[in-house]
């Protein structure tokens, strides 16, 4: 019976639907599936499993380098954990956003935080607002929209939602109006799609600010997309989640969810199962 751990953490210990779904799909194939919290459980909980799976280890940002020194010292004593450890070090720093353009997929012009010299920052990224965004975050922690007259309001306003935590500046992409596509990837492919529409008035489509999500079929526009930066990357994932607006028929990536991303299983009806035997296919691959 392969046992395989679904990350947790100390914040968010319980099961999302999604992961849920997951767990029970697992099970479902013969799978002990546990789920300690990557900073409440000994290291010995993780030691002895066939494979680690960092599903919902969603209070990283608050200790970033306690998580990447988890995930390397667990790596170092197992070597079992999805997805890569080197790419998910360097993907929970969004600054690392620019490095997609690599795959020829456009991202929003993004550039590190330049407090004393908003002038400057606004007119390198080309646009009247901007998104201040932690490089360290999630679930939209810190996450404003500001013009250049209230952006030193904005500033201090986003980091006593996230102190202590490095910014960077996105140029706001007015498309977001129409909703971004997050696109689940399992198994190196794409595997289905959900639409997150903001409510009216508010740019943020985390769960927390209530926005209408619903399973669609993307555009084709969005899916080569995707399958450009699955290229690029190089490397089998059991997952990953790939987020973007349209611009007329191109897909500008707004986000790529290495890590531990809301994969939407739950949505999907057969999402759970695919994700179940891609992580069978894994472990039987060695």
Not at 6 to 18: D, F, G, N, V
Not at 146 to 173: K, M
Not at 238 to 253: A, L, Q, S, T, Y
């Amino acid at each position: 019976m392969p046992r395989i751990i679904l990350a947790t953490c100390a914040k968010y210990p319980r099961l999302s639907a999604s992961n849920s779904a997951y767990a029970d799909a697992l099970r479902s194939k013969g799978c002990d599936v546990q789920t300690p919290a990557w900073n409440e459980a000994p290291i010995e909980a993780f030691l002895d499993s066939d494979l680690i799976l960092l599903r919902q280890t969603w209070d990283y940002q608050d200790d970033p380098g306690g998580f990447a020194a988890w995930v390397a010292r667990v790596s170092s004593l197992k070597g079992n954990i999805e997805n890569p450890p080197e790419l998910v070090i360097w993907n929970n720093d969004k600054r690392t956003l620019n490095e997609v353009t690599q795959s020829g997929v456009p991202v929003p012009p993004t550039c590190g935080l330049m407090p004393e010299a908003p002038a400057e920052m606004f007119s390198r990224l080309d646009s009247e607002k901007i998104v201040l965004k932690p490089a360290f975050g999630g679930s939209g922690t810190g996450v404003r929209l500001c013009s250049e007259a209230d952006f030193e309001g904005q500033l201090c306003d986003a980091r006593r939602e996230a102190p202590g935590r490095p910014f960077l500046a996105q140029a706001f992409l007015p498309e977001i109006a129409a909703g971004e596509w997050k696109i689940t990837c399992i198994g190196g492919r794409v595997a289905f799609a959900v639409h997150a529409k903001p409510k009216p008035g508010e740019f943020r489509i985390n769960s927390r600010f209530d926005p209408t999500i619903r399973v669609l079929q993307p555009p084709l526009g969005a899916v080569r997309a995707a399958e450009d930066i699955l290229a690029w990357i190089r490397r089998p994932l059991i997952c990953c989640r790939i987020d973007g607006v349209m611009r007329g028929e191109d897909f500008i990536c707004t986000e790529l969810e290495l890590t531990d991303p809301d994969l939407h299983l739950d949505l999907f009806d057969t999402g759970a199962g695919l994700l179940a035997q891609a992580t069978l296919d894994h472990l039987a691959s060695g």
